[in-house]
T-cell receptor, first 112, second 112 residues
Framework: QKEVEQNSGPLSVPEGAIASLNCTYS??????FFWYRQYSGKSPELIMF????GDKEDGRFTAQLNKASQYVSLLIRDSQPSDSATYLC????????????FGAGTILRVKS | NAGVTQTPKFQVLKTGQSMTLQCAQD?????MYWYRQDPGMGLRLIYY???????DKGEVPNGYNVSRLNKREFSLRLESAAPSQTSVYFC???????????FGPGTRLLVL
């Protein structure tokens, strides 16, 4: 079992719809969770981080964390073609001294 | 304020050749990291430096060495390149191991 799992996609949504990106992790002791966006040929850039159970909103983005289910998600409201990218889930992993462990990423395509 | 810079942007090596990838940050961050990114594998940590003067192995250190030259600079060396080291290499930095990581633009390495 991979430490951090994501559906590779691609996930296709129409412009204006809600995109839902999901991530599961294996280490119950993980404390911090991050979502990075990576455009093709570019470096990852941080979108959001979440530490506590529940929802955290920032503009069109909402991160949701459920530690009991070991599940973190990212919702993108009013999706735009410019949101088309690969979204990487990353977890601060207790087994690795709190270093980040990344999922393989989900490709999102927003169709205009 | 350039953030994290990496050189070179692109490199082609022959099997057995050596080279050093350079990384520098101007954000006064304590911690620096080297990752490789391969299709379908996500980002994998090669080495990291929690603070100036310290370095530690990550998930995939074999075939690599690092030097934390000073607080700003963290280099990655391939002593004898192999085709399996063909990848995109990203350097990142953060204020500390528990903090958000910021990524450089990446170095694309092709080993023939």
């Amino acid at each position: 079992q991979k430490e951090v799992e994501q559906n590779s996609g691609p996930l296709s949504v129409p412009e204006g719809a809600i995109a839902s990106l999901n991530c599961t992790y294996s280490d119950r002791g993980s404390q911090s969770f991050f979502w990075y966006r990576q455009y093709s040929g570019k470096s990852p850039e941080l979108i959001m981080f979440i530490y506590s159970n529940g929802d955290k909103e920032d503009g069109r983005f909402t991160a949701q964390l459920n530690k009991a289910s070991q599940y973190v998600s990212l919702l993108i409201r009013d999706s735009q073609p410019s949101d088309s990218a690969t979204y990487l889930c990353a977890v601060k992993h207790m087994e690795y001294g709190n270093k980040l462990v990344f999922g393989a990423g989900t490709i999102l395509r927003v169709k205009s | 304020n350039a953030g994290v810079t990496q050189t070179p942007k692109f490199q082609v090596l022959k099997t057995g050749q050596s080279m050093t990838l350079q990384c520098a940050q101007d954000m006064n961050h304590n911690s620096m990291y080297w990752y490789r990114q391969d299709p379908g594998m996500g980002l994998r940590l090669i080495y990291y430096s929690a603070s100036e003067g310290t370095t530690d192995k990550g998930e995939v250190p074999n075939g690599y060495n690092v030097s934390r030259l000073n607080k700003r600079e963290f280099s990655l060396r391939l002593e004898s390149a192999a085709p399996s080291q063909t990848s995109v290499y990203f350097c990142a930095s953060s204020t500390g191991l528990r903090e958000t990581q910021y990524f450089g633009p990446g170095t694309r390495l092709l080993v023939l």
